[in-house]
T-cell receptor, first 125, second 106 residues
Framework: QEQVVESGGGLVKPGGSLRLSCVASGFTFGDFYMSWIRQAPGKGLEWISYISGGGDKMIYADSVKGRFTISRDNAKNSLFLQMNSLRADDTAVYYC??????????????????WGQGTRATVSS | SYELTQSPSVSVSPGQTASIPCSGY??????VSWYQQKPGQSPVLVIYQDNKRPSGIPERFSASNSGITATLIISVTQALDEADYYC?????????FGGGTKLTVL
């Protein structure tokens, strides 16, 4: 069964750091892009970052650029998100998801499946 | 930055067809995916590449994408379809989600 499981969330003070982890199973991890997507309490989904299968391409949303770093360890089927300089508006459930990505000419696609159960990060003093 | 717009809520009677729109500039030129999220649960992919259903998703779920609007269609809507639905597209190396539509079955 293909699945991803996140961990590492918790309560942190503004300006602090957290490192989220995601372990994948049931598929060849290194063959796929992976992504982090978050959901603030009562709000919608917000994509924040993805990384290529080989780890050589990382893209970030403007809201986290310069503060968050995505990485992966294909030998351990693991995805990470290092979150620094955390702010109250980073409070959210963080989901890890496998990304199916590709392009045909100028038209690119990408969808997310499966998603993990999420890990909650709360930034509060 | 690119934006996808969804109506906050849609209501439908059981057994009827629900249509959930998602709009964006030249959206028909992009591939759209749709996700279902029930309260307290993680999102689930229900449509990818405009109109393809993953295995395990009922045939009642279909979708279209043309012009500036993509539409998720749920035929013979059931109470268990009550959920939030999000559209998603890819724009110049970044990912965009719509704000979500709460589907109420009443």
């Amino acid at each position: 069964q293909e699945q991803v499981v996140e961990s590492g969330g918790g309560l942190v003070k503004p300006g602090g750091s957290l490192r989220l982890s995601c372990v994948a199973s049931g598929f060849t991890f290194g063959d796929f892009y992976m992504s982090w997507i978050r959901q603030a309490p009562g709000k919608g989904l917000e994509w924040i970052s993805y990384i290529s299968g080989g780890g050589d391409k990382m893209i970030y949303a403007d809201s986290v650029k310069g503060r968050f770093t995505i990485s992966r360890d294909n030998a351990k089927n693991s995805l990470f998100l290092q979150m620094n300089s955390l702010r109250a508006d980073d409070t959210a459930v963080y989901y890890c998801a496998r990304c199916f990505w590709g392009c045909s000419g100028d038209r690119c696609w990408g969808w997310f499946d499966p998603w993990g159960q999420g890990t909650r990060a709360t930034v509060s003093s | 930055s690119y934006e996808l717009t969804q109506s906050p809520s849609v209501s439908v009677s059981p057994g009827q067809t629900a249509s959930i729109p998602c709009s964006g500039y030249n959206l028909g030129d992009k591939y759209v995916s749709w996700y279902q999220q029930k309260p307290g649960q993680s999102p689930v992919l229900v449509i990818y590449q405009d109109n393809k259903r993953p295995s395990g998703i009922p045939e009642r779920f279909s979708a279209s994408n043309s012009g500036i609007t993509a539409t998720l269609i749920i035929s013979v809507t059931q109470a268990l379809d009550e959920a939030d639905y999000y559209c998603q597209a890819w724009d110049r190396s970044t990912v965009v989600f719509g704000g979500g539509t709460k589907l109420t079955v009443l």
